[in-house]
């Protein structure tokens, strides 16, 4: 995910249909409204609250988009708009690039947009709907999010052929956040932590990583 400072983050974006083999080119990427933690129970819940989690739960976020918006159009080679992807054909996924990392280093992350129907739809990765956050695994308490200190504002959509997937890298700082980026940020601790990936109403189930001495 290319080397970000601060609340900057240098995002990659490919499309494929193999996840092992993306075709990079660059986009500069920030991301949305905060997901509720990683919870047995999946809804809606305040943000910073802890509750009982789950390694593989996956909830709804803890707010809606601020504004209504259209989805960006996607023309196909013909001409004609393609259909958006509805939320049952857009399967979210989280990858950590390594299982840990030591303490002074930055972890990386891959948010993965597959389109899982049979038929070619048009995806919505706008920047304003997406979202990393990091948990802290033990309590589950929100230790960081790459939407509280850059917002996104663009749009952006991607036309996906049946098991064609979006994919972003991203590097995390390891300095702590709250939403609208309202206290100092500190670096945080060796620790174990969870990470999940956001777009729009859709979240992947919680990745476990470790920051390490």
Known sequence: MVVMVAVVWLLTSVVGSSPGAPQPATARLTLPPTPAAPSDTPAP???????????????????????PRPA????GSDGVPVPPCS???VEVRAESAAPGYPRGTQPV?????????????ALDVSPNRQQVVVYRAADKARVWSSSDCSPGTTTEARALAPGEQVVYSAQWSTNT???????PRTPVPPDRYLVMAVLGARQSPPVPFAIVE
């Open 45 to 67: 819940s305040t943000a910073g609250t802890a509750t009982a989690p789950s390694a593989t739960a996956a909830v709804a976020p803890t707010q809606p988009p601020t504004a």
């Open 72 to 75: 960006p159009v996607v023309l």
């Open 87 to 89: 939320d049952s054909a």
């Open 109 to 121: 992350f891959r948010l993965l947009f597959s389109n899982t129907s049979t038929e070619p739809c």
């Open 177 to 183: 956040s709250t939403e609208g980026c309202a206290t």
